[in-house]
Each structure stands twice: as C-alpha cells, then as structure tokens.
T-cell receptor, first 115, second 112 residues
Framework: NAGVTQTPKFQVLKTGQSMTLQCAQD?????MSWYRQDPGMGLRLIHYSVGAGITDQGEVPNGYNVSRSTTEDFPLRLLSAAPSQTSVYFC??????????????FGPGTRLTVT | GEDVEQSLFLSVREGDSSVINCTYTDSSSTYLYWYKQEPGAGLQLLTYIFSNMDMKQDQRLTVLLNKKDKHLSLRIADTQTGDSAIYFC????????????FGKGTKLSVIP
C-alpha cells in the first residue's frame, strides 16, 4: 500500500490564483480530512468527509472547497489564494471509529506559499 | 468546545527520560493519541490509549492517563537524538465522531 499520498510537495501561488491540492489513499478508508499546520497553531481541521459524496466543514473552512466523488480521492481547492493561506497542508484518512484499526494516517504534506 | 493543551518546548540530554504532558477538556474522550512529526514530514502515530486504561507501555514509551484530572503524559525512556521531533497529543470521542482534536505540539530537543 502507498498509504496517503499528496501532490504537489511544494507550491508557490500568486494572490488570487486558484489551485487544487490532491490527496489519495489506497486503504479503503471511509474518513478523509484536510488540516493546515501553522507555527504555534498546531493542526486545524479545514474540511472532512465520512464517505463518498459526503463532505462537511471543519474549524477553518473559508476559502477552501472539497469534493469526494470516490472513496480514494479527496482534493482540496483554493478558490482565490490569499497570503493568509500560506501554510503546510496535510491530508489524513482513517477507518470508522470504534474499529481496532482506528487511527488517522497522514500524508507527507504540501507546503504552500502565497505571495 | 474541546481543547487540548501542551507545553511548546522540552529539552533533554541524550540518555535521560523525557516526559511530555498534555491536558484535555472533553470528558467524553474515548481515545487519546500521541503522534510524532519529524522535520519536513507528516504525522505518525506513536501510540494510543483507551480512556478505560490508566497506563500503556510499548518498549521505550509509557503513556499515563489520569481521567479525573484529564491529564495525559508520554514518557520516553533513554531518549535518543532520533527522538528529536514535535509530539502531538490528540483526543477523539470515538464511535460517532471521526474527528480528532490536536494540541499545538511539543518540540522535543535532545542534546547529545
């Protein structure tokens, strides 16, 4: 298994540009989520999905869109990039809670800079 | 809402024990986790403990849970330079809740 993969690893955008951060998992996990990590702020949940066709907002959803058309993929779209979105973005996935294997598996991250 | 607090920095000498502390507020937490993040990498699960346990030991790692005080600690015995990383405490409410709440992370520096 490749686990959770994210592309790209690094990205520089100009203010106002849009882009999609890709996330895929090959573990047949139901749950997928996106976090951003900023210095001194820990991990903050942006959006999450409990299954194909179902998404919901996390703590900091503004400026981001998600969709979940398949179990494997959970892309994160930045609609109009702003310098405040400069961050490291992590995708994570897991089985449903209550199972023995319940833990969140994290991708390697995408480092985004918005100038 | 839920909150998870950790101290931001810890420095220890190689070979000593490290103790990283965490407090949480959600009394319905079912699972409590410790994740490790090495520089430039994602988070990796180190260990977890169910809320009906007081202690869990896994090789050099010991997790202690005080449910009454909502206090969780991670002890790393014989700390090595390879243990230098950021350690995140996280709590989850288990069945019905997929979301984890993370602390801000404790940066452990190991002095050779």
């Amino acid at each position: 298994n490749a686990g959770v993969t994210q592309t790209p690893k690094f990205q520089v955008l100009k203010t106002g540009q849009s882009m999609t951060l890709q996330c895929a998992q090959d573990m047949n996990h139901e749950y997928m989520s996106w976090y951003r990590q900023d210095p001194g702020m820990g991990l903050r949940l942006i959006h999450y999905s409990v299954g194909a066709g179902i998404t919901d907002q996390g703590e900091v959803p503004n400026g981001y869109n998600v969709s979940r058309s398949t179990t494997e993929d959970f892309p994160l779209r930045l609609l109009s990039a702003a310098p405040s979105q400069t961050s490291v973005y992590f995708c994570a996935s897991s089985y449903s809670p209550g199972t023995v294997e319940y833990q969140q598996y994290f991708g390697p991250g995408t480092r985004l800079t918005v100038t | 809402g839920e909150d998870v607090e950790q101290s931001l920095f810890l420095s220890v000498r190689e070979g000593d024990s490290s103790v990283i502390n965490c407090t949480y507020t959600d009394s319905s937490s079912t699972y409590l986790y410790w994740y490790k993040q090495e520089p430039g990498a994602g988070l990796q699960l180190l260990t977890y403990i169910f809320s009906n346990m007081d202690m869990k030991q896994d090789q050099r790692l010991t997790v202690l849970l005080n449910k009454k005080d909502k206090h969780l600690s991670l002890r790393i015995a014989d700390t090595q330079t390879g243990d230098s990383a950021i350690y995140f405490c996280a709590e989850g409410s288990g069945a019905g809740s997929y979301q984890l709440t993370f602390g801000k992370g404790t940066k452990l520096s190991v002095i050779p």
